[in-house]
């Protein structure tokens, strides 16, 4: 589950950063647009289910992340290797899929609530966009 204090903790993100560590020379950008992509793509009246909303949860940590040039989380989560390109046409696209987490019809969200971690979510989700925001 993606909380307030690691984004990167769960299923759905350790898929995307095993992707991205394989990943050819370059083609990081593309691996982090699909991620975002999707959840983007899920309608209001669908349902988002919860590996794909971690995959882009994620992926918005990482732009925010790549675009901070903060080196130190990317070595933390084994990425130092990973040739980032830019990512400046990611941003809004990572703002909308954090959007589309924190929205009703989100399996992330309703995990969170029969947990009681929903406003933990929803902060964490808050923390990355003002990041992605303020870089």
Do not use: C, W
């Not at 969200?109 to 966009?129: H, T």
């Amino acid at each position: 589950m993606a909380t307030v204090l690691d984004p990167f903790d769960n299923d759905g993100a350790a898929d995307l950063l095993d992707e991205l560590r394989e990943s050819s020379p370059g083609s990081s950008g593309e691996i982090l647009e699909q991620a975002l992509q999707v959840t983007v793509e899920v309608g209001a009246s669908e349902y988002l289910e919860k590996d794909f909303a971690e995959a882009a949860v994620a992926a918005a940590a990482l732009v925010a992340a790549i675009r901070n040039g903060d080196r130190e989380m990317l070595g933390r989560r084994r990425l130092s290797g990973v040739e980032f390109v830019s990512v400046e046409h990611l941003v809004d696209s990572a703002l909308v899929a954090l959007d589309r987490v924190a929205a009703e019809g989100s399996e992330l969200l309703e995990l969170g609530e029969d947990e009681g971690e929903e406003d933990s979510i929803v902060e964490g989700l808050g923390r990355i966009a003002s990041a992605l925001r303020d870089s």
